[in-house]
């Protein structure tokens, strides 16, 4: 019982260390001086905080991780995904994100304690799976494939393709619970896949109820907001003009990755953009086998492995407002794409 006990103390202790140890790193060694900011001029208005378009990034990450979790799946069996260059990933951009943050002003408390929380969240999540997964996962993955792989599968595309444009803790964790169990199991794999993954979601079933409390109590993120442009083309669908003076057109558009795809519109199209969301810098993501290539008034923060697609890197690019037009028409032009803009 004492050796039991003490394996568990350590076990604990080196966990607390993995969780905590990054958060120390980040908070001490990623720092940033504070530079001036030039006041915004057509959007004044309850500006959003300029860094939290490097302070966003973080959420994505997650996004992007499941991304390439289910991509992995459609060749392969769980035990393929790189669980340790995910959580890597996740905290290395992290600290080149929050130096830049910094020069735009302080992130927040609340911004960084929810930061830290889905960064605790998510190395957990991909420890615990990746425990399982390549031992006891690995072994069962070796009998035939069954239906509840498929469901499984089915299961990773959609959820990837749904944190798109909602939070997680909105997702439909029961309905595919009940898929998993309806589908007949095939052999032992079948079981293992009820098992492993009823238990899975089934405690994110939990966990989602409770950030979605604390979410509630927080209030929702606002699903559009106001840029401000010039040369804007008349034919962008779901960008809503609200007033145009000195040239400069003021109009709402919503967020997400929509806003993504509309950008890119607007600058093949000829129009460039002067303030988004009342600020003049933006963060954009980038995919390709190599760096891309930049005008000198961007910046590249971070390289990190695109998990779940071989060959691929995710270049985080620092961009002024003002030449995000011109950037865009750049990259478009090599062999790599343009990821998201981090709208804030």
């Known amino acids: 019982m004492r050796r039991l006990l003490k394996w568990?103390?350590?076990?604990?202790l080196l966990l607390i260390m993995i969780i905590t140890g990054p958060i120390l790193y980040v908070e001490t060694m990623c720092r940033g001086d504070a530079l001036t900011?030039?006041?915004a001029v057509y959007i004044a208005e309850n500006p959003r905080p300029e860094a939290r378009t490097y302070m966003v990034y973080p959420e994505w990450h997650i996004v992007y991780a499941y991304e390439g979790y289910?991509?992995?799946l459609r060749?392969?069996?769980p035990h393929t995904f790189p669980y340790i260059t995910a959580i890597s990933g996740f905290w290395s951009s992290l600290c080149g994100l929050t130096e830049k943050a910094d020069e735009l002003g302080e992130a927040g408390f609340n911004s960084k304690a929810t930061i830290y929380t889905i960064g605790a969240s998510f190395t957990l999540?991909?420890?615990?799976?990746a425990a399982y997964e390549e031992t006891i996962g690995r072994i069962f993955s070796l009998g035939a494939p069954s239906p509840q792989d498929q469901v499984e599968a089915d299961m990773a595309d959609d959820y990837a393709t749904f944190l798109q444009q909602v939070p997680w803790y909105k997702y439909d964790f029961p309905a595919w619970s009940e898929k998993l169990w309806a589908a007949n199991p095939v052999g032992i794999r079948g079981w293992e896949r009820r098992i492993a993954l009823g238990l899975e979601w089934g405690a994110?079933?939990?966990?989602?109820?409770?950030?979605?409390?604390?979410?509630?109590?927080?209030?929702?993120?606002?699903?559009?907001m106001q840029i401000a442009m010039k040369d804007l083309p008349s034919d962008i669908d779901q960008v809503t003009?609200?007033?145009?003076?000195?040239?400069?057109?003021?109009?709402?558009?919503?967020?997400?990755r929509i806003f993504t795809t509309i950008a890119q519109q607007i600058a093949?199209?000829?129009?460039?953009?002067v303030e988004i969301a009342g600020n003049d810098d933006i963060l954009i993501s980038y995919l390709g086998a190599t760096p891309p290539e930049l005008p000198d008034t961007t910046q590249l923060i971070s390289t990190t492995t695109r998990v779940g697609f071989a060959g691929q890197n995710r270049y985080l690019i620092a961009v002024k407002v003002a030449d995000l037009s011109a950037t865009l028409q750049l990259l478009a032009g090599q062999r790599g794409g343009l990821e998201h803009i981090y709208d804030y």
Do not use: C, W
Request: proline residues 2%; glycine residues 12%.
């Open 8 to 12: 568990t103390g350590l076990s604990l």
């Open 37 to 39: 900011q030039e006041q």
């Open 70 to 72: 289910a991509e992995a």
């Open 75 to 77: 060749d392969g069996h």
């Open 125 to 129: 999540e991909m420890l615990f799976k």
């Open 204 to 224: 994110k079933t939990q966990y989602a109820k409770v950030i979605a409390q604390a979410a509630a109590g927080l209030g929702a993120d606002e699903l559009t």
């Open 241 to 256: 003009i609200q007033s145009t003076q000195d040239g400069v057109t003021i109009a709402q558009v919503p967020r997400y």
């Open 268 to 273: 093949q199209n000829g129009g460039t953009f």
